[in-house]
């Protein structure tokens, strides 16, 4: 994966997460196999997908905003 930090197949139910992750702190980590598990209960980003991230991890946006200041890096 080269521009996502993570992705899933929500028929296969499977997800993907990019290896620069373990780079990073566990916090985004957390994050964004939150977000990954939340989009297998909804696939878009509208209000229900908001109400299940704060339901499962409630400082979500502080983790996503500090996830967005690190680039990816180019390979």
Same mark, same amino acid.
């Given at each position: 994966m080269?521009? +996502?930090?993570?992705?899933?197949? =929500? $028929?296969a +139910?499977? =997800?993907? %997460?990019? !290896?620069e !992750?373990?780079k +990073?702190?566990?916090?985004? %980590? $957390? @994050?964004?196999?939150?977000? #990954? =598990?939340?989009? %297998? !209960?909804e /696939?878009g980003h509208?209000e229900?997908?908001?109400?299940l991230?704060?339901k ?6 502080? @983790? +996503?905003? #500090?996830l967005n /200041? @690190?680039? %990816? #890096?180019? @390979?």
């Amino acid at each position: 994966m080269r521009t +996502k930090w993570g992705t899933c197949n =929500i $028929e296969a +139910k499977r =997800i993907w %997460l990019n !290896l620069e !992750l373990a780079k +990073k702190d566990k916090q985004c %980590l $957390e @994050y964004v196999v939150v977000h #990954e =598990i939340v989009h %297998l !209960l909804e /696939r878009g980003h509208g209000e229900r997908f908001v109400a299940l991230m704060n339901k499962f991890l409630p400082n979500w946006q502080f @983790y +996503k905003d #500090e996830l967005n /200041r @690190y680039p %990816l #890096e180019s @390979y």
